[in-house]
């Protein structure tokens, strides 16, 4: 095997980090390409994540990262099965194997069967070093860990299949926003971001908002107006339809501004053009439910101080390398092996 030195390795994310802010035709055609077998995923959509991976990838923040990183001279075999709720969603696994050293062995969401590959054939142009430590498999075998991300359902599987490796087995988790009512116009479009980005399919899609008590619905509405247009997607559209159409025929109650429906439950997990709601009378009540439900929690999106680490309004798609998806260290995992 080529010797691919940590050196090597950090040169190429930041050429990688600059590619991505200038993507090539090639990768152009591949969203094209990537639109074409998946209707959720807009040109539009892959490159605001194309972007988000180019600001994860700065010069600084890799710097920054790769202190934390042990770069191992024993390369692993790390089993990389990929989700493919929103464009690319998995390359930061495949950047953490790569960054540590080891091999990644990647299975594809059939949903995101292209970008992936795209992204990586460019980052061998970058590095050819690379080619002898990224392998496409349909099915894992031979491995020495694994990184599984996936449904609920699934996970109790993973965690059957993979019980004798050491393994990070990702569930469903969703992420919330607190408002305090003080919240200016532009905080309110900026949460829609965090609402709307990739339609709301990420799990750091915002999918429950909590409302102090006696909150102007009215006024949240008007902050995300300028989201009107995602209801002329066909699949979003029908999502609405249907969501409205239960709760008309239920005859629950329901706010509806012609393109999100927002519904009191306690649940953290809406239907799709759906956001969920309660009503609090003290921030301390609701910093016990977060706490209740951290497990089932992936970001909180909220300008208010709270116990817990937050996100500020509209940054929820855009992670910073040490952002861990699930609060599990990646690069901690990989560096114990």
């Given at each position: 095997m080529s010797v691919l030195t940590q050196e090597k390795v950090i040169i190429a994310f930041?050429?990688?980090?600059?590619?991505?802010?200038?993507?090539?035709?090639?990768?152009?055609?591949?969203?094209f390409s990537a639109e074409n077998s998946n209707a959720w995923f807009t040109t539009e959509n892959i490159k605001k994540s194309v972007i988000s991976f180019s600001e994860m990838l700065n010069e600084a923040d890799i710097d920054n990262w790769f202190q934390s990183v042990k770069y191992t001279s024993t390369p692993k075999k790390i089993g990389l099965i990929l989700a493919g709720n929103i464009p690319m969603v998995g390359l930061h696994d495949v950047l953490s194997v790569l960054a540590t050293g080891n091999i990644a062995l990647i299975k594809l969401s059939s949903a995101d069967d292209k970008l992936i590959k795209a992204i990586l054939s460019e980052l061998v142009e970058i590095e050819p070093e690379f080619q002898?430590?990224?392998?496409?498999?349909?099915?894992?075998?031979?491995?020495?860990?694994?990184?599984?991300?996936?449904?609920?359902?699934?996970?109790?599987?993973?965690?059957?299949?993979?019980?004798?490796?050491?393994?990070?087995?990702?569930?469903?988790?969703?992420?919330?926003?607190?408002?305090?009512?003080?919240?200016?116009?532009?905080?309110i479009q900026n949460l829609g971001a965090d609402i709307f980005d990739y339609f709301g399919l990420g799990c750091r899609n915002v999918s429950k908002i909590y409302f102090p008590e006696g909150y102007d619905i009215a006024k949240f509405y008007e902050g995300i107006e300028s989201y009107q247009p995602i209801i002329n997607h066909f699949k979003y559209n029908n999502n609405y339809d249907y969501n409205k159409s239960i709760y008309l025929v239920n005859a629950a109650k329901h706010f509806d501004n012609g393109f999100l429906l927002l519904k009191e439950d306690e649940s953290l997990t809406s239907p799709l053009a759906v956001l969920f709601y309660e009503e609090y009378k003290n921030l301390a009540d609701v910093e016990d439910k977060l706490e209740a439900k951290s497990d089932q929690i992936q970001c909180v999106i909220t300008k208010t101080p709270l116990k817990i680490n937050t996100f500020d309004f509209g940054q929820s798609q855009h992670p910073k390398f040490w952002d861990y998806a699930d609060n599990v260290n990646t690069v901690e995992f990989l560096n114990s092996l």
């Open positions: 930041k050429k990688l980090g600059q590619l991505l802010s200038k993507p090539t035709d090639a990768l152009e055609n591949t969203f002898n430590r990224i392998e496409y498999v349909e099915r894992l075998k031979d491995f020495d860990a694994v990184i599984a991300t996936g449904s609920n359902n699934s996970s109790r599987y993973f965690d059957y299949y993979f019980s004798k490796v050491p393994n990070i087995i990702r569930k469903n988790r969703n992420s919330v926003a607190v408002l305090d009512g003080n919240e200016t116009f532009e905080d």
